[in-house]
């Protein structure tokens, strides 16, 4: 009798020690081998290398409203002929908007799309940027005035026209995710980076990461 009571009191404690061993919260995934210590950080994929274009943002700057264009993100521009002039807003009372701007939906003020300044031998010598238009928003997290450049928080960057400089230097670059890049449709090889609180945009230049 006893010989049998000490058998199922072992037994029992082989089959609890796994469970024991285990720390309360911690699961194991299946099919995959649990290292000690180890956890996955935020932003990384399975293999823990980090996830391109994937922006970090506080919550509160996610909930900014667009103040230009009615409060909405414009759709992206579409191609227009080669010789179409730059479209001016025209207001009441005469009052003429000739800067690159969007109101009501409507892309004012874009340079022509045979303007040589725009030539590239090579469109995308840097590659091709695939995360814009108007479902992606961006805040900048650094500017370099001298080199007219801007980062991203994924690490790509881009280089504003010398000849749009002015109309961006002014800029607010570090409020929140304030931005949406867009391709332009009539220079290859450019981009345009849209302001959701000016509704000014300019052209820019993907150079990579």
Not at 101 to 125: A, E, I, Q, T
Not at 183 to 208: Q, R
């Amino acid at each position: 009798m006893n010989i049998r009571l000490a058998l199922a009191t072992a037994l029992a404690l082989v089959l609890t020690l796994p469970l024991l061993a285990q720390r309360p919260g911690e699961a194991q995934r299946p099919g995959e081998a649990q290292r000690p210590g180890e956890a996955q950080r935020p932003g990384e994929g399975q293999r823990g290398e980090p996830q391109r274009g994937q922006m970090h943002q506080p919550q509160e700057a996610q909930q900014h409203p667009p103040r230009a264009n009615q409060g909405r993100i414009p759709e992206s521009p579409v191609q227009r002929a080669p010789r179409t002039k730059p479209e001016p807003e025209r207001h009441e009372g005469g009052r003429i908007n000739n800067t690159p701007h969007v109101n009501n939906n409507r892309w004012y003020g874009h340079d022509r799309p045979n303007d040589k300044r725009y030539h590239l031998d090579h469109p995308f010598g840097h590659g091709r940027f695939e995360h814009f238009g108007p479902s992606y928003r961006y805040n900048i997290v650094r500017i370099d005035p001298g080199l007219h450049r801007f980062w991203l928080p994924s690490g790509y960057y881009f280089d504003i026209a010398s000849w749009d400089w002015a109309l961006a230097e002014g800029w607010c670059w570090t409020c929140a995710n304030d931005f949406v890049i867009y391709e332009d449709p009539d220079h290859p090889g450019w981009y345009l980076l849209y302001n959701l609180m000016t509704g000014a945009f300019v052209h820019v230049m993907y150079m990579g990461m």
